[in-house]
């Protein structure tokens, strides 16, 4: 016993002395070397006690005083956050190329199928494959053009369901709506049909499910102290593990029906058939099970919450300032007139339109923080040294906020990209003063399709209704933090035909 004793006394203090050691050697290196500015935070936590709920505003606050490049601990991470057009630029475009990898999180890991997606797959080979198939069949340019009577099909299901509810007087929640409309079209898309009706238990629960996964997508402990991790403190793993259970079922369901279907398909294939048939070329990459599962997983959670997220933040602003309704409504009552709806073809003469949009991906990004990158090797940006594997973090709200960018950056005034050097800026990653969808090679996938969608079913929705707030009921404004923004109230309107009763049916 004794020795037992003083064979894990010795231990103990060879392990401590390890510690201490390997934390002196390492504050050293770090001391001979220029990090951005940041705050110190606590031992072993870092910053992550200072966080609180809005992390994107607190970092916006801490950004305000240690500057736009921002070096600090989360937990034992090293993390640097970027919150100006020019640091964004630095990393995003000049640097690119070392921060094309994610790090390794809970959500990746119990909710991605362990990073075999899209989002949070490592650029590769297997990524690029899914990347190159995304967009040749379903989320690039001709691929859009392609599917746009799916998506003139759906907003049409949408407005007669919307007339009904408008005869009856019943009050619309504008997520509600919104996902089960875009969930359809991308449903017809990939598996060449709908999937949800627009009145269904099944359309509300699925939306439930998607706002509980971008919700708990959010800050974990775990993953910034790997150490403590498996004690998940915050009950946020098993909540991802119970979510992941739940969309397994729904997928698994949703593919093995397709399967069964497959010869009524024939010439004629769908996104879903494509992918699975990936396999048979031996000269390519072959896709698993789970990365399929896995991009399916993407396209109907973050393929519709970024876009349901950005109509509705729209809309409350329009509520809130009820004269850039107006104004929008004009501009199309000239340009369409309300003898029929509108259609796509009409978008590019909708210029107020899109600046209520571009005005939107300002304020209100869906992904307040950008999802994370690691730097594959230590680098230096702007005069700033960037140890190897510290993870990245745009603040693109706090862009959208900048009063050094922005004039009156607080006010929702769409005019600001109708004149001046605003009117030119491009929301697809070109300039950094406004980037929604974030830049790089890692851009968001869908951002073609969340643009044309986004104007798209807004410019339909205030063309074809009024909309006013149900008596007595206050607008709120607050967000819910995740890994996209949401409104912590959702929006509830009341609406009424403003067009000949003939185009709602």
């Known amino acids: 016993m004794a020795f037992y004793a003083f064979f894990l006394r010795e231990l103990g203090v060879g392990v401590l002395i390890f510690f201490i050691s390997h934390l002196f050697i390492r504050s050293i290196l770090r001391n001979s070397v220029r990090l951005p500015p940041g705050p110190r935070g606590w031992p072993v936590l870092g910053v992550l006690p200072l966080l609180g709920t809005m992390p994107h505003v607190t970092l916006t606050n801490m950004g305000k005083k240690y500057g736009p490049i921002m070096f600090l601990k989360m937990g034992t991470c090293d993390t640097v956050v970027a919150s100006s057009p020019d640091a964004a630029q630095a990393f995003l475009k000049a640097l690119d190329h070392n921060f094309l990898n994610r790090p390794t999180i809970a959500g990746a890991t119990h909710l991605g199928y362990n990073a075999q997606d899209l989002v949070f797959a490592n650029y590769g080979s297997k990524w690029k494959l899914l990347r190159k198939l995304a967009n040749q069949h379903m989320l690039g340019g001709r691929a859009l053009n392609d599917w746009a009577h799916v998506r003139a099909s759906e907003v049409k299901h949408m407005l007669k369901a919307m007339h009904e509810c408008a005869k009856e007087g019943e009050l619309i929640v504008v997520s509600d709506l919104l996902s089960c409309a875009i969930t359809n079209m991308v449903s017809q898309v990939v598996l060449s049909q709908r999937i949800f009706s627009n009145k269904g238990l099944e359309s509300k629960e699925f939306k439930e499910m998607v706002v509980e996964f971008m919700t708990i997508s959010g800050v974990n ?178 862009i959208g906020r900048d009063p050094n960018v922005w004039s009156n950056p607080l006010e929702f005034n769409p005019e600001r990209f109708l004149r001046g050097k605003s009117a030119k800026l491009d929301p697809t990653g070109v300039h950094f003063e406004l980037i929604p969808f974030g830049a790089g090679r890692r851009i968001c996938a869908g951002y073609r399709m969340a643009i044309v969608v986004i104007q798209y079913i807004l410019g339909t929705l205030l063309h074809s209704f009024d909309w006013k707030l149900p008596n007595g009921q206050e607008l709120n404004m607050d967000e819910a933090f995740g890994l996209t923004l949401q409104k912590e109230v959702p929006l509830s309107a009341i609406i009424s035909p403003r067009l000949i009763s003939d185009v709602y049916v």
Request: glycine share 6%.
């Open 221 to 398: 402990i775990g993953d910034f102290v790997p150490c403590i991790g498996w004690m998940d403190l915050q009950g946020v793993v098993g909540k991802m593990k119970r979510l992941h259970k739940r969309f397994d079922v729904f997928l698994s369901k949703i593919i093995e029906e397709h399967v069964k279907s497959s010869h009524e398909r024939i010439g004629k294939p769908d996104f879903l058939d494509i992918v699975m048939n990936t396999g048979e070329d031996p000269s390519q990459e072959r896709l698993s099970f789970s990365n399929i599962k896995a991009l399916l997983l993407n396209l109907f959670t973050a393929g519709t919450d970024t876009s349901t997220s950005i109509i509705e933040w729209a809309l409350a602003e329009m509520l809130k300032n009820p004269n850039i309704l107006i104004r929008a409504q004009r501009e199309m009552d000239e340009v369409i007139g309300r003898e029929r709806v509108v259609v796509e073809s009409d978008l590019p003469k909708l210029p107020y339109l899109e600046a209520i949009c571009k005005e939107t991906y300002r304020m209100h990004p869906s992904t307040p923080l950008s999802v994370p990158r690691v730097a594959t090797e230590a680098c230096n940006v702007n005069g700033y040294y960037i140890p190897k594997n510290t993870r990245l973090n745009v603040n693109i709200w706090a």
